[in-house]
């Protein structure tokens, strides 16, 4: 019998992150923020453009390592979003081999309210159930 996979669907974007695990029903929503706000963004561009993307990169930097750091218990990864940021982050994790044996699908979708990304989430995992009737 197979094992169980650990399933995982991140919504996200430069800003956030929506962690949705899957199992036989969606659980709890984590988030994971990313340190980089508009804030910080209009307060380094006032200094300059160059330092203002030195620090946005080190904020995106950290928050992709600590989305991987979570990304590394699981089987099968969704990454979806509005932004590149999934793409960044899937780039990112190709960058490194301890990731290889992760199946990990990145999809374009629009901005989503919780409940649509649970659904997402659930609809992506369950094409690939076959259950005995």
Request: hydrophobic share 35%; proline share 1%.
């Amino acid at each position: 019998m197979e094992a169980i996979k650990k399933r995982l669907g991140i919504w996200m974007d430069h800003s956030n992150a929506h962690l949705i695990e899957f199992s036989d029903e969606v659980k709890d929503t984590k988030t994971i923020n990313s340190d980089f706000s508009n804030e910080d963004k209009v307060e380094t561009l006032k200094r300059s453009e160059s330092e203002m993307h030195n620090k946005e990169n080190q904020k995106l930097t950290t928050y992709y390592k600590n989305l991987a750091v979570v990304i590394e218990n699981f089987d099968e990864v969704l990454l979806f979003g509005p932004t590149d940021a999934k793409v960044e982050l899937f780039n990112f994790l190709k960058e490194h081999h301890k990731y290889d044996k992760i199946k990990i699908e990145v999809k374009n979708t629009d901005k989503m309210s919780d409940v649509e990304q649970h659904h997402f989430v659930r609809e992506y995992f369950n094409r690939f159930e076959f259950k005995n009737i």
